[in-house]
């Protein structure tokens, strides 16, 4: 492998993708996506404050202590929830929009040829594609965090800890290698597929299946989920008993199960929700714990996209993109 | 201008069936619809199940009060309540690109400059692409339909009244309806814009706005649990920020005024709020607008398309 051809590469990529419009709309986007869940989490919070002093206001017109009130607790990693979402779903978008326009580009100048006939290998165009791409997923990601740090120090005026610190880094990261799977299937498919818009839409197919409608199948499979409130709030019972309750239907909840692992989403979602706390059980946890329970999420996701940059290789097959361009 | 327009519209159909990607999204959009009942039905026998189970578990710890099953009371149609996710998540992507397809495919060909140079006018052009959408999504749909009539009746013990088998059918006209905004939608952009790929994440980006974004400043739910069609039910505005929020997004907010009819048709004996009903078709005669004016202004002889 070249590494000046590697470095060449990922800096065009780079420079191509600033110049590139509709990237620029998509970051502003997800940017304002950020700031809309950050609100509105904002606002979720101070309502449910609002709540609370009322209740506690009527108690204490009634002469009782609001000792049976659950006082709001502020957690600054709870609130990134919708952002976590938004990546979810927009960041997998630009993460397939950056993987085909990375190759449509390529083929619609006819430079794809044209680097084929150059001594650059393989790996090194490989390479240098994922890296230019990556350190452009790593720049957004690093500018999202940026934004969440200012809004939530700056106009919030709450201090992140160091431990808070090291998990929004992290959780970044995983979210790092969950975009770089879209990337490596949008590439893939702007590969193999000669109508390049029919490689999009195929694209935005898969994502529709992994991102929205397997994990919503599951969610909606929930017994927990059938009615506002949930199943289990409603007949008062322990979590005990709600285990040994479920425990009687296995086979549904394994195929429920294996419905939502099925998906990367899912993977994502979980380990990032627990890393951040927004799974409260792990809320305020050391990192070990987190991992103890978390690593078989990590490996999933690490697999997925590990899997991405093979087919990816595999796709760029030279004899196959001359046939197609012929 | 009748021969045109029929012209026009079944070479619509004719090329639709021919595109590959379109196939692919109908297919998974039917499979959903077939599963969607299946999913539905599997789910309610085994909460009922659990209900039951529950009871046991909580007379074995000496609950003398134990609650009401809140399963008894979900009418029947109440197992297609996913097709209402399915309709704004797949349903509303398939009609985009078949709006696309279908002017992107004769811009790409240039067939449009070849038919303007006949005598075809504009109007004409544009009559028989909407004439030809509508017909192909007033087929799906009704396929959609009877896929959802066959799948629950074949489900042992699942009986549907002719009541709600009616309410079932008015379900799928409003979903017509909500189809047909964004099929003009993808067919309006595909006339605006000069590059293939735009002219479909444009739309898109609309839809992610439509279907996410809109809802959770109004109801302050996260994207992903907007998802959950019981988290569609219980949402309701709380504090000062959602309430405004409401006041100000509500008339453009067409998912939920989709899945506010949706549910007082599947979910409740509710009667159907009409408000919403007209809001869709206000939405549907402005995309017609846009559209008349968008091919009104296309410049045909020079016409360029990036991909």
Redesign the interface.
């Known amino acids: 492998m070249n590494k000046t051809a590697v470095w060449i590469i990922a800096k065009k990529e780079y420079r191509d993708a600033l110049k590139n419009v509709l990237f620029i709309v998509l970051l502003a986007f997800l940017l304002f996506l950020t700031a809309v869940s950050l609100s509105v989490a904002g606002f979720d919070f101070q309502s449910q404050v609002g709540q609370y002093h009322n209740a506690l206001a009527q108690l204490q017109a009634l002469s009782q202590t609001g000792a049976v009130l659950e006082k709001p607790q502020y957690f600054p990693l709870q609130m990134l929830r919708g952002t976590i979402e938004y990546l979810e779903i927009i960041g997998a978008i630009i993460g397939l929009i950056l993987g085909y326009v990375s190759i449509a580009k390529e083929k619609g100048n006819n430079t794809l040829q044209l680097l084929l006939t150059r001594p650059v290998s393989r790996w090194s165009f490989i390479m240098g594609k994922i890296l230019g791409n990556s350190l452009l997923l790593l720049s957004m990601l690093g500018l999202i965090i940026i934004f969440i740090v200012v809004a939530i120090t700056g106009i919030g005026q709450v201090m992140f800890t160091h431990l808070e610190l090291v998990k929004l880094l992290l959780a970044f990261g995983f979210s790092y290698i969950y975009l770089l799977f879209f990337y490596c299937l949008a590439t893939v498919l702007a590969l193999v597929f000669r109508n390049l818009p029919n490689a999009l839409i195929f694209g935005f197919v898969i994502w529709l299946l992994i991102v929205l409608i397997i994990p919503q199948i599951g969610d909606t499979m929930d017994p927990d989920n059938q009615i506002p409130g949930g199943f289990f709030n409603h007949m008062h019972m322990t979590t005990a008993q709600q285990r040994g309750v479920i425990a009687q239907f296995k086979t549904y909840e394994t195929l429920r199960n294996v419905l939502e692992e099925s998906s990367i989403e899912k993977h994502y979602e979980r380990l990032t929700f627990a890393v951040l706390g927004i799974k409260n059980i792990y809320n305020d946890k050391g990192l070990s714990l987190i991992f103890q329970d978390k690593w078989g999420d990590l490996t999933w996701i690490g697999s997925y996209s590990l899997a991405g940059i093979l087919l990816v290789y595999v796709a760029f097959n030279n004899k196959h993109i001359l046939e197609k361009s012929a | 201008m009748a021969d045109q327009l029929l012209t026009i519209i079944t070479n619509e159909l004719r090329a639709l069936i021919r595109e590959?990607?379109f196939i692919?999204?109908l297919g998974?959009f039917f499979a959903?619809a077939l599963?969607s009942s299946y999913?539905g039905c599997?789910?309610r026998n085994?909460?009922l199940?659990?209900?039951h189970?529950?009871v046991l578990?909580?007379q074995q710890?000496g609950?003398v009060h134990i609650?009401t099953n809140?399963?008894l009371a979900l009418p029947p149609l109440s197992i297609f309540r996913?097709m209402t996710?399915?309709i704004f998540?797949?349903g509303a992507?398939l009609a985009i690109?078949m709006g696309h397809q279908t002017l992107?495919r004769d811009r790409k060909s240039r067939v449009t400059q070849l038919i303007f140079s006949k005598s075809v006018d504009k109007p004409t052009f544009l009559l028989g692409k909407i004439m030809g959408l509508v017909t192909a999504l007033t087929l799906i749909v009704l396929a959609t339909f009877l896929i959802s009539l066959v799948s629950a009746f074949s489900i042992p013990a699942q009986q549907l009244s002719a009541v709600a088998v009616g309410r079932l059918a008015l379900f799928y006209l409003v979903s017509l309806l909500y189809l047909l905004i964004f099929a003009l939608l993808g067919l309006g952009t595909a006339v605006i814009f000069d590059t293939?790929?735009?002219a479909?994440?444009v739309p898109?980006?609309i839809w992610?706005g439509v279907t996410?974004?809109v809802p959770?400043?109004i109801t302050?739910q996260?994207?992903?649990a907007l998802?959950?069609?019981?988290?569609l039910?219980?949402v309701a505005p709380?504090?000062d920020?959602?309430t405004l929020m409401h006041a100000v997004l509500s008339p453009i907010a067409i998912e939920q005024q989709y899945t506010q009819i949706a549910q007082s048709l599947l979910e409740t004996q509710a009667p159907i709020p009409v408000s919403s009903i007209w809001m869709l078709f206000f939405y549907f005669a402005l995309m017609v607008i846009i559209d008349c004016y968008a091919i009104a202004v296309y410049q045909i002889t020079t016409d360029k398309l990036?991909?």
Do not use: C, H, K
Request: hydrophobic share 50%; charged share 10%; net charge negative.
């Open positions: 590959r990607t692919l999204l998974t959903m599963f999913i599997a789910t085994t909460t199940e659990i209900y189970a529950s578990s909580l710890a609950v609650p809140p399963f996913n996710i399915y998540l797949i992507l690109v992107i293939e790929s735009l479909l994440l898109i980006i992610v996410f974004i959770e400043l302050g996260n994207p992903v998802l959950n069609p019981t988290n039910a219980s709380s504090g920020f959602f990036y991909e």
